[in-house]
Every structure is written in C-alpha cells, then in structure tokens.
C-alpha cells in the first residue's frame, strides 16, 4: 500500500526525461497514448532527428483532464557531443498559455518565458551534459532511453528541470524482460529509476526494446503509463517474470475478461478422477497490493506474486495470477473499480477454476497481499466456495487510518518540523473526509482533488477490515513481515484477534517472518527507501513454506 496518496504536480516535475549519446540516422516519427489509472487521457507524437549538428526531439501533446496540459509542443536540441543546446515549449497549462525558451552556454541554462500574464527570467548553473527534463511532455523519453543504454545498475545520472531545478536519477534495477503481444514476444530491457526530486523520491520504470527504441514509461505510484501505440492494445502486457509451468489464460469475468498466467505444478497433488479422468488438482488465486496492476505483482522490482506463484506450484498446487482490471491484458474500466470489484473479480477466476475437469473445486483457495489481504477476505466473505483464505501483510485498521498512520511515519523519517507535520496530517484529514464523504473540498487543493476523488481510493478509505471479518468462515492465515514499515508488525496481532472473536472461522492461524519487509523478501531496516539497495529481490523462503504448509495442511483436511 502506498505510505501516502501521491498528486499529480509531482509527477509533471518529473514527467520528462530527454538527452542522448549513441543516435540511430535519420528521422523517426512514434506515437504513444497516455493512461492515468488505466483510462487513457491523452497521446503524444514524437519525432526524433539526428544528423550532423546532434538530435533535435519534438513533441506534441494533447491531453484530457484531469491533466494539467491540455495541448501544446516540445522542441529539444542536443548538440553533437551530447550536451544540451535549447528547449522551446508552447502548451496550455490549466487554461494559461506557457512559453518557454531556454539556451545552454557555458554551463548556464538561461530562461525567458512568459505563464499567462507572468514573465519567467532564470538562469541557473547546472551539470555538463545533464538531461533535459521540461514539464508536461513525456517524449524525451526517447533521448533518457538512449543515455540509459551503456549504464548499469547503480549508476547515477544529473537531469534539469527548465527553469526549476536540476535533480538526480539513480538506476535502481536493470532487467531483461519480454512484452506478450497476442502470441508474440517482444524482447525489452526495463529500467528500474529513482527520481531525487526536492519534494521526495519518485520511482519510475522505463522500458526499450532490442534496438533501443523507447516502449513505456510507468509511474506505479500515480498509476501514469505512457505506452507506444504498437504495444498499447489490451491484448499486450509486460512479462516482468515466468515460472516453467505458466500458461497464458484468458478468464471471462462482469463484461470483459481478464487476462491471466496459470502456473501448473511439476508434481502435482490431486486426488484421483473417476475412471479415465486425470487427478483434480487443488488451486490458489493470488491477489497484489494497490498500485500494482500486473498480475506478477512487482513493486520495487520485486515480482512477489510472479515468485509466490511458482513457490506455490513446486508444493504442487496450481497458481493463477491476473492483471488487475483494465491493466495489461484485462479489461474493465480501471478509474471505476472499488475493492468489491476487485473481489468480484477474484469470485470470477474461482469460478472459472471451479468448472475445470483438471482442478478440484472444493479446494481452491484465495492469497492476498496487502491490499489484496483486504480483498481476498471480501471474496472469501461473499463466496463460501472458497476452501481457504490466506492474508499477507493485512492492516488491522480502516483504510483512513491507515493513510494517516503511513503518512506520520514518513514524516517521522522526514523529521519534519511540528508545524509542518501538522499542516500536513491537518490536509490528509481533510483529504480523506472529503473523499469519503463528498463534501469539503474546498478545503482541499484542486491538483490534490483530481489524484484523490476515484472510486478506488473513497472504497479504501472507507473499508474496514472488523466488518468484512464477520462474514468469513473459511480457514484464515495472516503472514506478516517482521520488518514491514508500510504495514507495521503491530497490525498481525490485531487483525488476529478480530478474526478469532468476529469471524466465523474456526481455524485462525498467525505466521510472523523474522527479517522480512512488506515486499517479502530479507531487509535490514525494512523502510521504503531501502527498497532500491536490496541485494536480495526475492521472496523469502520461510513466507512461501509458511504458506505451502498451511495450504497443504489446509486442503488436507477437505473430504
């Protein structure tokens, strides 16, 4: 779960990236649609220039709320060696014309401009050869693609920001992965990226393809994807991971389908079919966290629901994961969908498993992580058919709660001032009121509405895990980090505890992994901002035994 409810200025800060070194010849001319929360909101073309002289990178954008820039058109010039030469923006911005001019000399970036009826004159020092961030576009990607090529893991970069700021970009991770398009594979290499903005840390994933070419841009925590028009389809998804036994699938849900992997054992333990009929296998649904879409569950790098599926399938269980709706290969509306909706959807796959000649259907249970431990027990709560319910790293509060305790504990590590955490926590409060009951934003800041007025988070504000308990009588097991910072150990004990005295369960079972944090994989201080220098990105054996031996145990016990 995110620590706090991100806003959409925070991603225009550092929306555009743009520089290169290495160039292929000639002109080319790309297109890519912009999706916020999975709807699309906008496109931008691309044309990119090398010759002689260096590249030349030109944008134009045109967007729909509740973006900021409605239209306008990016000009970037590098010179040959790679350095920054001029930046010539013309948008619209909330309704006022922007213009923007910037030059390079001798390690100067000097602006003049004008937003609306206000001048802009700056001149700032910045790094030699630093890329060219300006606000709003998100074609210059396409030069950060190419200056990314030749670095590694752990390397470092300088970007500038026009006429703000210069920032650092650290590459977290750097991987080999493939984007399935229909019944294609397209080869990508993805870049894992940390923005070091003034206001905080933004991650972002970048992704090329074999000949450097930009594919995608993916902001998780503003749910932003920036998408090439030939892989934008919802037939393709990004394989971020695979086990030997996946399967692509395609599950029918409430008007649309879901597109999903089922990871099949190598060994498998099923109970044995009528004369002639292969053994039923006993399943298990795996469910992410909020503001994870994939159905390989990465956060961080870190794909958790990708490793639990073939952790769960080597005990000899079948697995199967989906993209959340509207992600990836499933449809649905992504800006309409509640966690009773993403319920419903896990009811759909159990359905659809249940009706299976190879999967038994009394034996099929539903594992969540996170905010999918919510979910997981609303589907367990609204379909008895589920034989098990097992919750990872489950809040113990409701969904208000919960963003005001995350939001005190960044502070904590901010060491913000009492007067600054006040003012803060004060703006939540009133953030998570007027979402929850449609009045009071004009307390609120317009950019802070537009990112917080969704169905989703108004259902996670409001959910409560005390209530959706009650109904629950299937066997539960609670799996917790030791070291989780975005769910605090605290939050196993309690959430126990409801479910021993308020649910209907008559098996409630407690696991607590010793030098875990909230992604499931070994730590040492557990707190996001490790995130990027873990060595180890994988998931804790002692959480996958933990769960494959309550599972094993569990459907044991089903005649």
Same mark, same amino acid.
């Given at each position: 779960?995110?620590?706090?409810?991100?806003?959409?200025?925070?991603?225009?800060?550092?929306?555009?990236?743009?520089?290169?070194?290495?160039?292929?010849?000639?002109?080319?001319?790309?297109?890519?649609?912009?999706?916020?929360?999975?709807?699309?909101?906008?496109?931008?073309?691309?044309?990119?220039?090398?010759?002689?002289?260096?590249?030349?990178?030109?944008?134009?954008?045109?967007?729909?709320?509740?973006?900021?820039?409605?239209?306008?058109?990016?000009?970037?010039?590098?010179?040959?060696?790679?350095?920054?030469?001029?930046?010539?923006?013309?948008?619209?911005?909330?309704?006022?014309?922007?213009?923007?001019?910037?030059?390079?000399?001798?390690?100067?970036?000097?602006?003049?401009?004008?937003?609306?009826?206000?001048?802009?004159?700056?001149?700032?020092?910045?790094?030699?050869?630093?890329?060219?961030?300006?606000?709003?576009?998100?074609?210059?990607?396409?030069?950060?693609?190419?200056?990314?090529?030749?670095?590694?893991?752990?390397?470092?970069?300088?970007?500038?920001?026009?006429?703000?700021?210069?920032?650092?970009?650290?590459?977290?991770?750097?991987?080999?992965?493939?984007?399935?398009?229909?019944?294609?594979?397209?080869?990508?290499?993805?870049?894992?990226?940390?923005?070091?903005?003034?206001?905080?840390?933004?991650?972002?994933?970048?992704?090329?393809?074999?000949?450097?070419?930009?594919?995608?841009?993916?902001?998780?925590?503003?749910?932003? !994807?920036?998408?090439?028009?030939?892989?934008?389809?919802?037939?393709?998804?990004?394989?971020?991971?695979?086990?030997?036994?996946?399967?692509?699938?395609?599950?029918?849900?409430?008007?649309?389908?879901?597109?999903?992997?089922?990871?099949?054992?190598?060994?498998?333990?099923?109970?044995?079919?009528?004369?002639?009929?292969?053994?039923?296998?006993?399943?298990?649904?795996?469910?992410?966290?909020?503001?994870?879409?994939?159905? !390989?569950?990465?956060?961080?790098?870190?794909?958790?629901?990708?490793?639990?599926?073939?952790?769960?399938?080597?005990?000899?269980?079948?697995?199967?994961?989906?993209?959340?709706?509207?992600?990836?290969?499933?449809?649905?509306?992504?800006?309409?969908?509640?966690?009773?909706?993403?319920?419903?959807?896990?009811?759909?796959?159990?359905?659809?498993?249940?009706?299976?000649?190879?999967?038994?259907?009394?034996?099929?249970?539903?594992?969540?992580?996170?905010?999918?431990?919510?979910?997981?027990?609303?589907?367990?709560?609204?379909?008895?058919?589920?034989?098990?319910?097992?919750?990872?790293?489950?809040?113990?509060?409701?969904?208000?709660?919960?963003?005001?305790?995350?939001?005190?504990?960044?502070?904590?590590?901010?060491?913000?001032?009492?007067?600054?955490?006040?003012?803060?926590?004060?703006?939540?409060?009133?953030?998570?009121?007027?979402?929850?009951?449609?009045?009071?934003?004009?307390?609120?800041?317009?950019?802070?509405?537009?990112?917080?007025?969704?169905?989703?988070?108004?259902?996670?504000?409001?959910?409560?895990?005390?209530?959706?308990?009650?109904?629950?009588?299937?066997?539960?097991?609670?799996?917790?980090?030791?070291?989780?910072?975005?769910?605090?150990?605290?939050?196993?004990?309690?959430?126990?505890?409801?479910?021993?005295?308020?649910?209907?369960?008559?098996?409630?079972?407690?696991?607590?992994?010793?030098?875990?944090?909230?992604?499931?994989?070994?730590?040492?201080?557990?707190?996001? !901002?490790?995130?990027?220098?873990?060595?180890?990105?994988?998931?804790?054996?002692?959480?996958?035994?933990?769960?494959?031996?309550?599972?094993?145990?569990?459907?044991?016990?089903?005649?």
């Amino acid at each position: 779960m995110p620590s706090s409810y991100c806003i959409w200025a925070l991603v225009l800060l550092l929306a555009v990236p743009a520089a290169a070194q290495q160039a292929p010849a000639a002109t080319r001319m790309s297109g890519f649609t912009i999706f916020l929360q999975g709807a699309p909101i906008g496109r931008e073309d691309v044309t990119t220039h090398d010759d002689a002289n260096g590249l030349a990178i030109t944008s134009q954008a045109r967007r729909s709320p509740p973006a900021v820039t409605a239209s306008g058109t990016l000009e970037i010039r590098y010179r040959a060696d790679g350095s920054p030469q001029s930046v010539l923006l013309e948008s619209t911005n909330e309704g006022q014309p922007l213009t923007l001019r910037t030059r390079f000399e001798d390690g100067n970036a000097i602006s003049e401009g004008n937003q609306g009826a206000v001048p802009i004159t700056k001149t700032d020092k910045i790094t030699p050869g630093a890329v060219l961030l300006p606000n709003g576009f998100f074609g210059p990607h396409v030069a950060l693609a190419r200056r990314l090529a030749p670095l590694n893991a752990g390397a470092e970069i300088r970007a500038y920001i026009p006429p703000y700021a210069e920032v650092g970009i650290q590459i977290s991770a750097v991987a080999n992965q493939r984007i399935q398009t229909g019944t294609t594979t397209l080869d990508v290499r993805t870049y894992e990226l940390l923005f070091a903005n003034p206001n905080g840390i933004l991650s972002m994933t970048l992704s090329v393809d074999g000949t450097g070419d930009l594919i995608s841009v993916r902001i998780p925590a503003q749910q932003l !994807d920036i998408v090439r028009d030939d892989v934008s389809s919802a037939t393709t998804r990004l394989q971020t991971y695979a086990n030997p036994g996946d399967e692509p699938v395609t599950i029918p849900a409430a008007g649309f389908n879901l597109g999903a992997t089922l990871t099949r054992p190598a060994t498998p333990v099923g109970r044995g079919g009528a004369s002639g009929q292969p053994a039923r296998l006993p399943a298990v649904i795996l469910l992410p966290g909020s503001g994870v879409g994939d159905r !390989d569950g990465v956060a961080a790098g870190v794909p958790t629901l990708g490793q639990l599926a073939g952790a769960i399938a080597d005990a000899g269980f079948v697995a199967v994961r989906f993209d959340k709706r509207g992600y990836g290969q499933s449809g649905g509306r992504v800006e309409s969908a509640t966690l009773n909706d993403f319920a419903e959807d896990a009811v759909a796959v159990m359905k659809w498993l249940a009706a299976r000649k190879d999967i038994d259907p009394k034996r099929i249970a539903v594992v969540g992580h996170s905010e999918g431990a919510w979910v997981a027990l609303l589907a367990a709560a609204r379909e008895k058919r589920f034989a098990a319910v097992a919750a990872i790293a489950a809040p113990s509060v409701t969904g208000s709660e919960l963003v005001l305790e995350q939001q005190r504990h960044v502070l904590d590590r901010m060491k913000a001032t009492d007067a600054d955490r006040q003012a803060k926590v004060e703006l939540q409060a009133k953030i998570n009121a007027a979402v929850i009951s449609g009045r009071g934003w004009d307390a609120v800041p317009a950019d802070v509405k537009r990112q917080a007025d969704t169905p989703w988070f108004q259902s996670l504000l409001m959910f409560d895990p005390a209530k959706a308990i009650k109904d629950v009588r299937q066997p539960i097991l609670f799996v917790h980090g030791e070291l989780d910072k975005q769910v605090p150990i605290s939050h196993v004990g309690r959430i126990s505890d409801l479910a021993r005295k308020q649910s209907k369960s008559k098996s409630v079972s407690e696991v607590t992994v010793k030098g875990v944090n909230h992604l499931l994989v070994p730590a040492v201080t557990g707190e996001v !901002d490790e995130y990027a220098t873990l060595t180890d990105r994988n998931v804790s054996k002692d959480v996958t035994a933990a769960i494959n031996d309550w599972l094993t145990k569990t459907f044991a016990a089903i005649r």
